[in-house]
């Protein structure tokens, strides 16, 4: 696998960009691409992700990806939701009928990762800034994942006993990365790492979904 990267100019118009995007979308050569996100002020993100190929989209960030995971159809899905299924499936982590909770509500997480649990028949609940007296859900999770970027959001007392934790928060404080979720919750629950925990699982299937478009183009 071969890979290229564009570096743009902070100051770069959102002109380029599509132009870009465009090129990359024509070029037969290659098989997916993402555009690293957030953008400049100056560039509408939500016009260059529409912008984009589905089948060369392998952030899955596309409307018609993510209207497939809606869908529960098999696709390019966004990255760190997927890396989080699999992180789950390695572990055994039986999902089926399991009280799943998602603290964050972003189109790049919280909501996929919300739909891919209640795919595999989770009972799943999505809290959010607005949601009173969180800790209500949390302390009845089985499975909770916390994709805010606050620091420390989620402490000891709000995970059940024996629960699956995952940490997708990212934060730097002092020159370190901080989870979401307090390190002294893994004396009580099992939880995944910050650094080194999903994040190598989203670069990971970030190359699983440029080989599923490179084989999807090679099969028509």
């Known amino acids: 696998m071969e890979a290229e990267l564009f570096k743009l100019s902070e100051n770069v118009s959102e002109r380029e960009v599509l132009d870009l995007v465009r090129k990359l979308n024509n070029d037969e050569k290659i098989d997916g691409f993402i ?3 957030p953008l400049p002020k100056q560039v509408n993100s939500e016009k260059v992700i529409e912008s984009l ?3 060369k989209d392998v952030d899955g960030f596309h409307p018609v990806n993510m ?3 809606m869908a529960g159809i098999d696709g390019l899905r966004p990255a760190t939701p997927s890396g989080i299924m699999r992180l789950l ?4 982590v039986n999902l089926e009928g399991a ?12 909501k996929p990762i919300a739909m891919m649990l209640l795919q595999r028949n989770s009972t799943v609940s999505i809290c959010h800034s607005k949601t009173k007296n969180i800790e209500e859900y949390t302390q009845n999770a089985d499975v909770l994942v916390v994709a805010v970027g606050k620091p420390g959001l989620i402490t000891k007392g ?3 006993q024996g629960a699956y934790v995952v940490d997708v928060g990212t934060t730097r404080v002092d020159g370190k990365l901080k989870g979401d979720v307090c390190e002294d919750v893994k004396e009580k629950a099992n939880l995944s790492p910050v650094p080194g925990g999903v994040g190598p699982l989203t670069v990971a299937m970030l190359l699983w979904n440029t080989l599923k478009a490179a084989k999807t183009k090679a099969d028509k």
């Open 53 to 55: 190929d589905p089948k």
């Open 89 to 92: 499936d390695e572990y055994n």
């Open 99 to 110: 009280n799943a909770v998602v603290v964050g509500r972003s189109n790049i997480v919280g």
């Open 158 to 160: 709000m995970v059940k």
């Open 67 to 69: 209207g497939k995971v």
């Open 35 to 37: 555009v690293q996100l």
